[in-house]
Each structure stands twice: as structure tokens, then as C-alpha cells.
């Protein structure tokens, strides 16, 4: 059986239709919890079993917080939330804190909890249904994992926020059967120095990036600034690179 994957947002901003990085994958699994989530209706958030998420930035999580408070007491079983220790330990500390946001791990009590972190291992392979979710190795400003998703049929690799590196090769070139490759291109190339210290990818630094990939599947770009993402994505385009690539669009839906 095959895999969907269904962008719920790839911006890397707000405003208009623009909205941040969320996917859900099959209907129960979100991947990433930015405001795209904001759009699915009710019975699609009562639907989400499994939460991963690539780093705790805002633009990845701000609507966990929401999304449990909107489906406590209406589900029978927890959301589990999959992460590594790090970020769980970040989003404890400055979200679910009791001053941002109740501790949804003790709501309505610690023994029946709405939410249930897991642990995740860079590496570690994690099998829902159809589809199997391993964190990849990212490098970002916080601790960062990318993804990749693996059915039957294939693989789909998702970036989150990152500057790649060799690691992420390493990790990508090693997967058979790759339909997609996700990734992030944050910044035009007049903000080249924003995104080197921000650690995201520019176009410039996108081309050095994907000289050391040796795939040849579809290259989705994501995470675009909403300011200047038109140049951004023209930037991308005049590459002179040897794969297809276009921008990630906010509603596709990809099969794997
Ligand atoms: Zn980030
Ligand atoms: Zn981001």
C-alpha cells in the first residue's frame, strides 16, 4: 500500500495563505505541528495519533499546544508526541510549563495523560501501519533531525531546518527508492549571512549542498520566507543543478 503525504503548510512565515511547515501522513501521523494544522477540521485533529517533530522552533510546533487543548477530553487515548531528548526537554521546559501551557503529560492526570513524549534516537527507525519514520542527522541552531518516511513503494526524505551537511548525505544517499526529496531554501542569497548564521540553506549554499547528494529524485524546496520567496524560488530555478526541483505547494498531497 501506498503512503500519502499531505502538506499542510511550507512556508516559512505567515500571512495571507501562507502557513508553517506541518504535514500529516495517512491521516494519523502529523509531521510537524506549524499553522498549517490550523486548517484541518475537527474530526481531522481528533484523527492524529502521532506527533514528530523536527526541532522545537514555533514555526514547527505552534499548534501542538492548540491541537491538544482542542481534542482533550474527546479522545480515549493519548497523542504521542516523538521527538529527541533534547527537544522534549525544551518544549517542557518553555512550553508545556505551566506559564506558557498546561503539562498536557499529566492532563487529565500523570497515570492518563492527553500526551505521551517519546523518545526518538537519531537512526531509530519507527514503524506506524504502512510507513516508517527514521530521524535523519540536521544541523540548525537548536537540536534538529530531518526525516524520512519509507513504505513499500519507497521513500520521501523531509529536511526540517537545516544547513545539511555530510551527515545528511551520508544518511540520504544510503536510501533506496527515494520519490522525494523535501528540503528547506529559507533565504534569497542577498541574506546569505542571515541564513549561515540562522543555520538555514540559501540558493548558493542549497547548490553546494546537493553536490554531495547522488540521488536523482524530485527536489521540493520548502520553507520559504514569505518576503522575499518569489526571488528566492527564481534563485533556486537558475541553479545550474541536475535534478528536477520546484517549489513544495501548500495542499499536495505526495504518494510513496
Ligand atoms: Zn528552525
Ligand atoms: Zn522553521
Redesign the pocket.
Known sequence: MSCQLRVLGCS?GIGGDNR??AFLLNQNILIDAGTGVGDLQLSELLAIEHVFLTHA?L??IACLPLLLDSVVGARTSPIYVYATAKTIELLRKHIFNWLIWPDFSTIPSAQQPSMVFVEQELGQPITLGEVTITPLPAVHTVPAVAFSFTSSQGSVVFSG?TIAGPDFWQAVNQLDALKALIIET?FADKEHQLADAAKHLCPSTLAEQLSHWRGNAEILIT?LKPADSELTIQEVLALDHLHPIRRLLQGEIIEF
Open positions: 516559512g508553517t511547515t522552533h514555526d514547527h531546518d529559507a520553507h
